[in-house]
């Protein structure tokens, strides 16, 4: 079962899968909405790594994401809403990835709860 975290929450479960990381390596938010989505409304980098990757790219990059960060490095899944980012927690942790959770609510609560500049859409 996948970890659903409010982004009110996310700077707590940013700082303590930091805590377990080397110092020059951040948590990421992955942020599986469509390019438009991202250049609409994206959150900002602070204490994460943000990778932009569409939900429908996923599949065939499971690969790459498993080389580039390795199945044990923390991921927090974001979308608009938290639809499709909890689909992708799934995909991910059903394909061995071990530190997954989903930002429930999506950008759309992030704007609510963390960063009011965030448009929403």
Avoid at 17 to 28: K, R, S, Y
Avoid at 31 to 36: A, I, S
Avoid at 91 to 111: H, K, R, S
Wanted: glycine fraction near 6%; include cysteine; aromatic fraction near 6%.
């Amino acid at each position: 079962m996948i970890s659903q975290l409010n982004p009110s929450d996310f700077a707590a479960w940013r700082d303590r899968v930091a805590a377990d990381l080397a110092p020059t390596v951040l948590p990421v938010v992955l942020d599986v909405r469509e390019p438009w989505e991202v250049q609409t409304a994206s959150v900002r980098e602070d204490g994460f790594s943000l990778l932009a990757l569409p939900m429908r790219e996923v599949p065939a990059r499971l690969a790459e994401l498993k080389d580039m960060l390795g199945t044990g490095h923390p991921i927090a899944c974001l979308c608009h809403h938290g639809m499709r980012s909890q689909q992708v927690a799934n995909y991910l942790a059903q394909g061995g990835f071990a530190e997954v959770v989903n930002l429930q609510g999506g950008i759309d609560a992030w704007t609510q709860q963390v960063d009011p500049s965030v448009p929403r859409y």
